[in-house]
């Protein structure tokens, strides 16, 4: 029931953790653009994959770890909000500790 994502400590069960935070680059998506869903989920994927490749060391589908991406709304791009988040998880299962540090 909650809406937002809450933080845990890496030690407690948790079902996402985050391996990078990053803002769209005016490269992929100019400044001023409007609010396009589907232009701003493949830039945040992307971005996503390759941090995943660069962090853990394998490609994202090579592993068992599945990619979960928060972006911006079309009312924060309105303000201005560029920021993204790639979070980590695997399916139907908790991570305990720093599942992107292992390398798995």
Same mark, same amino acid.
């Given at each position: $029931?909650? =809406? +937002? @994502?809450? #933080?845990?400590? &890496? $030690?407690? #069960?948790? /079902?996402?953790?985050?391996?990078?935070v *990053?803002e769209i680059? !005016?490269d992929?998506?100019a =400044?001023?653009? #409007?609010f396009?869903a589907? *232009?701003?989920a493949? %830039? !945040?994927?992307?971005? &996503?994959?390759?941090?995943? +490749?660069?962090? %853990? $060391? %394998? /490609?994202?589908?090579?592993?068992?770890?599945?990619?979960?991406?928060?972006? #911006?709304?079309?009312? !924060?791009?309105? =303000?201005?909000?560029r920021?993204?988040? &790639?979070? @980590?998880?695997?399916?139907?299962?908790?991570? %305990? $500790?720093?599942?992107a540090?292992?390398?798995?």
């Amino acid at each position: $029931g909650l =809406d +937002e @994502l809450q #933080p845990v400590d &890496c $030690g407690e #069960p948790h /079902d996402l953790q985050r391996f990078a935070v *990053a803002e769209i680059g !005016t490269d992929a998506i100019a =400044d001023g653009a #409007p609010f396009d869903a589907d *232009a701003i989920a493949g %830039v !945040t994927a992307a971005g &996503c994959r390759a941090e995943f +490749e660069r962090f %853990v $060391g %394998v /490609d994202a589908d090579a592993s068992e770890f599945a990619i979960a991406v928060t972006r #911006p709304s079309a009312e !924060t791009w309105a =303000d201005g909000d560029r920021r993204f988040q &790639c979070l @980590l998880g695997v399916e139907d299962a908790w991570l %305990v $500790g720093d599942a992107a540090g292992s390398g798995q």
